[in-house]
Each structure stands twice: as structure tokens, then as C-alpha cells.
């Protein structure tokens, strides 16, 4: 089962922009929507944005997706401490039909 | 409000099965596809299959292929998903995810504990 390739931390300052990337292939990124969920310790994933960019209701627009090719990025901009989780994109695979999600990446607000 | 109910925490020996359910509701139950998804303590979120609610058809990841069964009771509302042979590294925790805007809601989850 392909995996996307996310860094497996990332972090910044209160009030600072993050970036977090998710990298695929022609398969699963390159031909499909991208989605990010959300993850704190011991609760259920959230979806933060779907369809590439968009933000279901209720989500802030401190988070925003884009896609470009075969990876995609999630940028958190005024970073709260309250933002620390974990982030995991996902999107269906087309030679697998299945559903692939990244490995995860542990945002720390410094 | 869309909300699904998971049942609860189960613990069985290697070799065994267990079957567990995600009850929707705030919704029409058919109109979305529901997900299976684990995650084994500490690790990444692992996809299991998804079901058309609306025809029962059922696909299933390859890691888990003769393993798992998912299937629905639309008269309930309700999810079902089954895995068989057991091992000790079944243990995870369990979700179910509505397709809608793509995974857009989540259960809360049944911890699934596989212990001699």
C-alpha cells in the first residue's frame, strides 16, 4: 500500500506560518483531491480541508491546501499553542483503489 | 448534527474475531460512503475498506484482503466491520469516517486490544 511522504515534524513560534508538505505520485496525488486531517493525543482525526483547498464550516482560514502536481501543502499561519496535533493528508490511489494517507507530521508551536 | 457512535472497547485472543458497529445519524444514512480507518498505538492512520451504503458493495485494502468484512444495516443506520484471525498486532483503535466532503466526520473510535 503506497504511503504519502510527509516530514515527520515541523515546528515555529506562536504567530509564525508553517508549512506542512505531503508528496505522491501520479496515482494518488497527481489525479485526485488532497485532504488534511487533524489529530490531538487520544481524540479522533479532524478534517481541516478537502477538495485541495477547501475548508468545511467551522474550520479558520489560518489553515489553507494547495496542491501542485504530485504534492500538496497545508499552511497554519498565526500558530497557537493550541494548534499542536498531528496532521496527516490523504487521498484515494487510483492503481490501488484505495485510500492512502501520509505518515503523519508532529507540529510542536515552540 | 452528523454523529457516529461507536461501540465499545473489546478485547480477544489471537486467532479470534471481532465485529464492530458505527451508528450515524444527522444524515441520510445511504447517500455517503462510510470508511474503515485504524491506528496501531503510536503509529500512522492505516485504511481498511469502505462500503457504498447505498448498494453494499465493499472494497477492501489489500493488507487486510480475506481478513475484513464491512457491511451496513440501513434499517439502523448502522456500519458494521468485522476482522477475523486476529494477531497482536490488530491492536489499534478502530474508526469509522463518513465520505461526504471527503472524510468529513469521524467516530470517536473502539479500542480493539489482541493480548494471550
Known amino acids: 500500500q503506497s504511503v504519502l511522504t510527509q516530514p515527520p515534524s515541523v515546528s515555529a513560534a506562536p504567530g509564525q506560518k508553517v508549512t506542512i508538505s505531503c508528496s505522491g505520485n501520479?496515482?494518488?496525488?497527481?489525479?485526485?483531491?488532497i485532504s488534511w486531517y487533524q489529530q490531538f493525543p487520544g481524540t479522533a482525526p479532524q478534517l481541516l480541508v478537502f477538495?485541495?483547498?477547501e475548508r468545511p464550516s467551522g474550520i479558520p482560514d489560518r489553515f489553507s491546501g494547495s496542491k501542485s502536481g504530485t504534492s500538496a501543502t497545508l499552511d497554519i499561519t498565526g500558530l497557537q499553542t493550541g494548534d499542536e496535533a498531528h496532521y496527516y493528508c490523504?487521498?484515494?490511489?487510483?492503481?490501488?483503489?484505495?485510500?492512502?494517507f501520509g505518515g503523519g507530521t508532529k507540529l510542536t508551536v515552540l | 448534527q452528523v454523529q457516529l457512535v461507536q461501540s465499545g472497547a473489546e478485547v480477544r485472543r489471537p486467532g479470534a474475531s471481532v465485529r464492530l458497529s458505527c451508528k450515524a445519524s444527522?444524515?441520510?444514512?445511504?447517500?455517503?460512503?462510510m470508511h474503515w480507518v485504524r491506528q496501531a498505538p503510536g503509529l500512522r492512520l492505516e485504511w481498511m475498506g469502505w462500503?457504498?451504503?447505498?448498494?453494499?458493495?465493499?472494497k477492501y485494502s489489500q493488507n487486510f484482503q480475506g481478513r475484513v468484512t464491512i457491511t451496513t444495516d440501513t434499517s439502523a443506520s448502522t456500519a458494521y466491520m468485522e476482522l477475523r484471525s486476529l494477531r497482536l498486532e490488530d491492536t489499534a483503535v478502530y474508526y469509522c469516517?463518513?465520505?461526504?466532503?471527503?472524510?468529513?466526520?469521524w467516530g470517536r473510535g473502539t479500542l480493539v486490544t489482541v493480548s494471550s
Open positions: 469516517a463518513r465520505d461526504w466532503e471527503d472524510l468529513d466526520n
Open positions: 444527522g444524515y441520510t444514512f445511504s447517500n455517503s460512503a
Open positions: 462500503i457504498n451504503t447505498g448498494t453494499g458493495s465493499a
Open positions: 501520479t496515482s494518488d496525488i497527481g489525479n485526485n483531491y
Open positions: 477538495d485541495n483547498n
Open positions: 490523504g487521498t484515494w490511489d487510483n492503481s490501488l483503489s484505495t485510500w492512502v
